[in-house]
């Protein structure tokens, strides 16, 4: 029986790490979780935020994800929004999911996050 999600995979191009780091630390508020040597040596980058946790792994032929994207759920999202906006992040609002407001970004490779917050 499935218990929970343990991590979601996006992928990345070669030498993104820097780059990775920079967007889901600096702007995200994450932290960098070392990755085992073994994996370590593959590239890519883990992060985690309290439940969440993202792993980057690098692609050779990386293609960024459009319409596949981890949903986020954040609170007081409209600041959240705000720090992405700060950070020269564009942040595209969606009000198509009943009961939620929610926005969409893209990470600095050009993957596609979703990040909402149920309405009280």
């Not at 995200?28 to 993202?54: N, Q």
Request: charged share 25%; aromatic share 8%; hydrophobic share 40%.
């Amino acid at each position: 029986m499935l218990r929970c999600v343990d991590h979601v995979q996006l992928a990345a191009p070669p030498d993104s790490e820097d780059l990775l780091r920079a967007f889901y630390v600096g702007v995200l508020g994450m932290t960098e979780d070392a990755k085992p040597p073994a994996l370590a040596a593959r590239g890519g980058c883990w992060f985690r935020s309290g439940e969440v946790r993202l792993h980057l792994g690098v692609e050779a032929d990386f293609r960024p994800a459009r319409k596949a994207h981890p949903g986020l759920r954040v609170t007081d999202i409209a600041a959240y929004a705000g720090r992405l906006a700060r950070h020269g992040v564009t942040v595209t609002w969606d009000g198509d999911l009943p009961g939620h407001r929610r926005f969409y970004a893209e990470d600095p490779v050009g993957n596609r996050l979703e990040f909402l917050e149920p309405e009280v």
